[in-house]
């Protein structure tokens, strides 16, 4: 079933956004992959004649809920560090935004093109979005150093966060 027409509008309150991460690197044993929840974000999705998606989010809202492999489990002054090196290297502070361009009809869901703003920089990007029983999903991979993000490394490079993030969306449409 295709999503329905009309505005929905998701947040924290009805949905969730999350960023996933992987590592690589000699050492990349001792890293984490993570999921990292947006904890401060808005999105209006409009669905009609004149479809659109607009989102903004708070950089210093990510929080970081999983750490998965690792050789040992993360610890609160890890998770800090992390936090910290996201606000001050990563993200810098700078408030993220997509504006759509396009959005089309696509099999039992949505086709989204638009511009996505991260770090000061922005350009196109786009992703599918798709609903079953009143939920929409959707996730989009992007490369970090296409927007001018430096990935994380630690160890002299030994340990990286992989350039490739994937940002994922699942909430109530109501």
Same mark, same amino acid.
């Given at each position: 079933?295709?999503? +329905? !027409? $009309?505005? @929905?509008?998701? $947040?924290?309150? &009805? ?5 996933? =991460? ?7 044993? !001792? /890293? ?27 950089? =210093? ?7 998965? $492999? $690792?050789? +040992? ?22 408030? *993220? ?16 093109? /638009?511009?996505?703003?991260?770090? /000061?920089?922005?350009?196109? *990007? ?12 959707? &996730? !989009?991979?992007?490369? +970090? ?6 990935? @994380? ?8 966060? &992989?350039?490739?993030? &994937? ?8």
């Amino acid at each position: 079933m295709a999503i +329905q !027409a $009309g505005t @929905y509008k998701l $947040g924290p309150d &009805n949905a969730s956004l999350h960023v996933e =991460t992987g590592r690589s690197g000699a050492a990349a044993k !001792a /890293g984490h992959d993570l999921i990292i929840d947006v904890t401060s974000w808005e999105a209006t999705l409009e669905v009609g004649d004149s479809s659109s998606l607009s989102l903004s989010a708070d950089s =210093t809202s990510l929080r970081v809920r999983e750490g998965k $492999g $690792g050789m +040992q489990a993360l610890k609160d002054d890890d998770i800090d560090d992390i936090h910290k090196t996201i606000d001050k290297d990563v993200l810098k502070k700078k408030d *993220i935004t997509f504006t759509s361009s396009s959005v089309e009809t696509a099999g039992d869901g949505l086709k989204v093109s /638009g511009d996505l703003e991260v770090g /000061g920089k922005s350009k196109p *990007i786009s992703f599918d979005l798709s609903e079953t029983g009143g939920t929409v999903t959707g &996730n !989009a991979a992007f490369k +970090q150093s296409d927007w001018g993000i430096k990935p @994380y490394s630690a160890l002299f490079g030994a340990l990286k966060v &992989n350039d490739e993030v &994937n940002v994922v969306v699942e909430g109530k449409l109501a």
